[in-house]
């Protein structure tokens, strides 16, 4: 009998930041995206994955942007907030600041200037799920921070620490996605269009909608398919992918966040693609050229599928 899930399977969707040419936070339209994907997407939200440039906000942009977006959440919103430095100091710090206001749900990841050794792997969650017991923690594993966990220390790390509660991964590696699935059950594990269409029909996981994050009715479809379906979804899904990808590299821009403003501008086309400094980005003023490359059943409203 498999362990009960310490997280419900969701739809797990984050929220870009609209940055001004001064690049000061746009705080209407940020407020208006916010309250968009809760309504029409998912009311599980998060800001400052690496999407979110959580990586490159200063604390006052981090503590604005926090309150900002906890303040556009419709009451029944389960907002999660990501946590991403390379001071492991900083980012207690930021947690405190959150718990401070009420938010109690956290998207971590390991510091990314070298890679932690056991040992350091040990320190960080218990400076992070073992000193907030009353917080409950998603993994985020990528290979930006150098150090990948498997699924043996998954399950070693969540039977010690039980408000560890989920992960999230990237990886085209299924045999990785399933390896964690088996070995750490309790975990509940988020992954995008490809993890989720590869592993959905045999095990319980949520949605991350990389692709499909300005794509809310497809994004509902997607988590709820099985099968050919579903598989169907998925080749969609990469069709676009490969043009997004190559327009992305074409621009000089690498970064999640480059990609995730422009699945985001399909629904709210004012949304500005700049990122803070020293990343590059797509030009806004090349996004009808995008547009008019992408098939016309990826631009809203997505098409049904049987």
């Known amino acids: 009998m498999s362990s009960p899930k310490r997280y419900p399977s969701v739809i797990l969707a984050t929220c870009c930041i609209p940055w001004t040419p ?13 309250q968009t994907l809760a309504t029409e997407m998912t009311p599980h939200l998060y800001v400052f994955g690496t999407a979110g440039e959580g ?17 556009a959440l419709p009451a029944d919103s389960r ?29 971590i990841s390991f510091p990314s200037w070298g890679a932690l050794n056991d040992a350091e792997i040990d320190n960080f969650f218990a400076a992070t799920c073992g000193a907030f017991p009353d917080c409950r923690f998603l993994h985020y594993n990528l290979p930006r921070t150098k150090r990948m966990l498997g699924g043996a220390e998954y399950a070693r790390i969540a039977d010690r620490h039980p408000n560890l509660v989920a992960m999230k991964m990237g990886s085209p590696d299924n045999s990785k996605l399933e390896e ?11 992954f995008v269009e490809f993890g989720y269409a590869a592993m959905r029909d045999r095990y319980e996981c949520g949605y991350i909608p990389a692709l499909a994050g300005g794509k809310p009715a497809w994004a509902k ?18 069709a676009a ?22 699945h985001l501008k399909l629904l709210v086309p004012e949304f500005p693609l700049r990122l803070l400094p020293p990343y ?10 995008l547009v008019a490359k992408l098939p016309s059943t990826w631009l809203n409203p997505a098409p049904e599928f049987p």
């Open 22 to 34: 001064e690049y000061q936070l746009d705080t209407p339209l940020f407020r208006r995206c916010v």
């Open 55 to 71: 990586h490159a906000v200063t604390d006052r942009q981090f503590q604005e942007i926090v309150t900002t977006f906890q303040a």
């Open 79 to 107: 907002p999660m907030v990501g946590i991403i430095s390379n001071s492991l100091a900083t980012g207690i710090e930021r947690i405190r600041f959150c718990r401070e206001l009420g938010l109690h749900d956290f998207q």
């Open 180 to 190: 964690i699935l088996e070995a750490a059950p309790e975990l509940q594990c988020f």
């Open 221 to 238: 479809r997607f988590f709820e398919a099985r099968g050919e379906t579903l598989t169907a979804m998925a080749n969609e899904a990469q």
């Open 241 to 262: 992918r490969e043009i997004l990808h190559d327009h992305v590299h074409a621009a000089g821009a690498h970064m999640d966040g480059a990609y995730d403003k422009l």
């Open 280 to 289: 590059c980005a797509t030009s806004d003023d090349d996004w009808p050229e």
